[in-house]
T-cell receptor, first 117, second 118 residues
Framework: AQKITQTQPGMFVQEKEAVTLDCTYDTSDQSYGLFWYKQPSSGEMIFLIYQGSYDEQNATEGRYSLNFQKARKSANLVISASQLGDSAMYFCAMRERSNFGNEKLTFGTGTRLTIIP | NAGVTQTPKFRVLKTGQSMTLLCAQDMNHEYMYWYRQDPGMGLRLIHYSVGEGTTAKGEVPDGYNVSRLKKQNFLLGLESAAPSQTSVYFC?????????????????FGPGTRLLVL
């Protein structure tokens, strides 16, 4: 079963509008972390935002916020006031502890976001 | 402070050839990881290390070997390259588990290595 599901392969959004990128996850761990990364066309992976499973408040980082709904196992990324530079691939990822107690990161298949001027 | 660096940036190999990808980090991170990224499949973990001298298998370890002789370096080796190993390879590092705070958990990525196996 998919541990991280991103159901939107691609999205087109008008500049300055807000956009929500969906992410659902599957884990039986009580302690886990959720991440969003941005991958522009240049290829590098850029960390955007993190949410811990015990964090009671939704994480925010500038124009990025994470809509964390634990009971529904969703961790959607919200980008407010989108900009042309937001056009990129976005990956949701989950940190779990492996059998050795170490951390592993599992990625979704990504959503390609295109901002239209 | 260079963060995570990878060499080479791009390489073309013939089937059966061997090569080593080098990852270096200057953030004193305990954990290091190697991923491959293929179209439509996101990133998949190949091998990882929780400290100097330790390595462990990830999701897709076959055909690869790794070594972590120094804390700051993590090497990925392909002993006999196959066309199925054509991919973009990313190295990442993070702080150790048990340390509190978001910073300890976040993985920081290198710029990637594009590998083409003919």
């Amino acid at each position: 079963a998919q541990k991280i599901t991103q159901t939107q392969p691609g999205m087109f959004v008008q500049e300055k509008e807000a956009v929500t990128l969906d992410c659902t996850y599957d884990t039986s761990d009580q302690s886990y972390g959720l991440f969003w990364y941005k991958q522009p066309s240049s290829g590098e992976m850029i960390f955007l935002i993190y949410q811990g499973s015990y964090d009671e408040q939704n994480a925010t980082e500038g124009r990025y916020s994470l809509n964390f709904q634990k009971a529904r196992k969703s961790a959607n990324l919200v980008i407010s006031a989108s900009q042309l530079g937001d056009s990129a691939m976005y990956f949701c990822a989950m940190r779990e502890r492996s059998n050795f107690g170490n951390e592993k990161l599992t990625f979704g298949t990504g959503t390609r976001l295109t901002i239209i001027p | 402070n260079a963060g995570v660096t990878q060499t080479p940036k791009f390489r073309v190999l013939k089937t059966g050839q061997s090569m080593t990808l080098l990852c270096a980090q200057d953030m004193n991170h305990e954990y290091m990881y190697w991923y491959r990224q293929d179209p439509g499949m996101g990133l998949r973990l190949i091998h990882y290390s929780v400290g100097e001298g330790t390595t462990a298998k990830g999701e897709v370890p076959d055909g690869y070997n790794v070594s972590r002789l120094k804390k700051q370096n993590f090497l990925l080796g392909l002993e006999s390259a196959a066309p199925s190993q054509t991919s973009v390879y990313f190295c990442a590092s993070s702080g150790s588990s048990g340390t509190s705070g978001r910073g300890a958990e976040t993985q920081y990525f290198g710029p990637g290595t594009r590998l083409l196996v003919l």
